[in-house]
């Protein structure tokens, strides 16, 4: 039986955990953090990566914590439409998209885990800090001194990854795109038919907003998640980028002056109790993800912008087209296989998140609308936008007959 460790257990190392299983191999995942703490605040499951989910048996937990998302809603800053794009299975995609709370999420997938490979399948408290290649296994190296040989080793162990640093000794630090994420999540009365996603300004200041808990909108109200990006403004601890830094709510100012007809951005931003900051970072795609019987995947593979919200996604398309790779061939040809099926698809997302993604539509309505007299079909054509939008999903795979 082939033996294979995961390292981290986040959304991608936990959703690889059940594919695996799923195609019939037990693996454990070590994690470095002491707890699954509900850490972070929204993200979003795409239509193509839900699927996914549903198929591992996940659809009745995904519809009790995440909201089936209607449509993605592109807004200028005085709150004219620019577009709306559907994300429904009533609008043709086959699985619906998901926005829901990080930490609920890996939570979850976290007791999936445990229910379908024993409760020591997850390994809390050892952070991997480098490997070793042996002659048809791989020796893992724990930072207490442990020492574990299995025969294939898949890193998810996230932006900071120590693996993809071993990989690649003489990598360069983060790329910053310049811009500071402040987020935090609140509860607020229901935002318009609350289910709707929300961003609005355009790339130099940006409210990204969406509700993230079926519960609570059950009950007629929602749990608001908001983004508030703002470009060149002072960066703050680029290198040591960490989703969980407290903020300061003193970056409000640039928002004053957007106008949102379902909601009132500064009151939702301070009211929220926890704020936190984190920088708009990336890396240059790879080459090769795969060194031996060592595998990278998710953010530890390929870190993007969180522009067209597919950080998530494209590590659980990663999680499923590993499993199946290895399915096929449990050994470093396997591995190979994966990195041929996901390496230039992610490497597309990375360059076009770059571009600003499916939110171009933003900077061209930004250059083009002066003020709330203005009206968005003067000044902008159906099909310009029409082509922004589907170029994108090409790109990530998000297309509806793709699904
Ligand atoms: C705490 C946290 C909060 C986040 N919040 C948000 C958010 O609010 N919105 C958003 O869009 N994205 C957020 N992200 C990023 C998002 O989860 C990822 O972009 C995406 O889900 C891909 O996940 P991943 O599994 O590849 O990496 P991650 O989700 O980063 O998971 C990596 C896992 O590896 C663990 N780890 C790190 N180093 C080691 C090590 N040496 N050994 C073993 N384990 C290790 C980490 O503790 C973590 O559990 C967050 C990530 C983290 C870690």
Redesign the pocket.
Known sequence: MTEIAI???????LVTALCLKYQGFDVTV????TEIRA?????NIMPHASKLLIELGLGRQLDELGIRTRCIEYRTKFGHLIQSDPRSVEAGFEAPQYSIH??EL?AMLASEVKKRLGNSAIKLG????GFRQGDGFVTILF?DGSKLDVNLFVD???????IRKQMNPFEGPLCYEGTMMF?GATETDLIGDGKTMVIAGDHDVKFVTYPISECARQSGRALTNWVAEIRHSKPRHINDAD??RGATIDFVKPFEDFFMHDMNLIEIMKKTEVVTEYPMVDRNPLLSWVEGNVAL????AH?MY?IG?N??SQ?ILDAWAIAHCLSEEPNTGGLKAYEFARLPITTDVVESNRKGGPEKVLDIAAARVSGPNDRIEDLISSSELKQVASSYKKIAGIEKNRV
């Open positions: 390292s981290g257990a986040g959304i991608g190392g070590f994690e470095a953090d850490l972070g605040v929204g993200i990080r930490g890996q050892k952070p991997v800090v930072e998810a162990s996230g932006l900071h990854s120590k987020r989703w969980g995947l998710g953010d530890a870190p969180p919200a950080g998530a590590a």
